[in-house]
């Protein structure tokens, strides 16, 4: 089945500087890739998507960049803030369609 | 955000009882998922639902059962037969189960807890 591995599993970085999460996967097939952020306690929350036909994407200070022949992902922060601190999670379709998420970063953005 | 709820936030189980975790989505959504989130890892799938009466095995389905009566709802049960049931339970829901693409949006989740 489908593998995702991210790194790195924990990230501080100081405020206003970049922050890089990756992420790798197996299966060829797979061709939507959402990143998720959690706060301590709360829900996972969409911030940014990439769909298969398209290498880039930015929402703001967001980006993803995708990969697909050597099949990784990263998410880009640029211009850090103290509530970007949360937990972030890459996920992969498989091939039946179900989310493989990876284990996530635990970034910590200190003023 | 809003039109996914999960019930209740906290809930205390003692060893070898069953117990029923409520999800309820007023999206309209066909597609409904149960996840189990533990300390330093990702979500993993217990089972899913792509439309009503129909559901299938995640990849840790084991000592679970589920049902999907109501589109609206797709409650879980954790049985005796867990092992280890302590973690944080998500529930999500996303527009179409078939197609490989759609964001799936979360419930804020129950914390169970065996005593």
């Known amino acids: 089945g489908e593998n995702v591995e991210q790194h790195p599993s924990t990230l501080s970085v100081q405020e206003g500087d970049s922050a890089v999460i990756k992420c790798t996967y197996s299966d060829s097939a797979s061709n939507y890739f959402p990143w998720y952020k959690q706060e301590l306690g709360k829900r996972p929350q969409l911030i940014i998507d990439?769909?298969?036909?398209?290498g880039e994407k930015k929402d703001q200070r967001i980006a993803v960049t995708l990969n697909k022949t050597a099949k990784h992902f990263s998410l880009h922060i640029t211009e850090t803030q103290p509530e970007d601190s949360a937990v972030y999670f890459c996920a992969v379709t498989d091939s039946w369609g179900k989310f493989q998420f990876g284990a996530g970063t635990q970034v910590v953005v200190t003023p | 955000d809003g039109g996914i709820t999960q019930s209740p936030k906290y809930l205390f189980r003692k060893e070898g009882q069953n117990v029923t975790l409520s999800c309820e989505q007023n999206l309209n959504h066909d597609a409904m998922y149960w996840y189990r989130q533990d300390p330093g890892q990702g979500l993993r799938l217990i089972y899913y639902?792509?439309?009503?009466?129909?559901?299938q095995k995640g990849d840790i389905a084991e000592g679970y059962s589920v049902s999907r009566e109501k589109k609206e709802s797709f409650p879980l049960t954790v049985t005796s037969a867990q092992k280890n049931p302590t973690a944080f339970y998500l529930c999500a829901s996303s527009i179409d189960g078939i197609a490989t693409s759609n964001e799936q949006f979360f419930g804020p989740g129950t914390r169970l807890t065996v005593l």
């Open positions: 990439i769909r298969s036909n398209v």
């Open positions: 639902s792509q439309i009503v009466n129909d559901f």
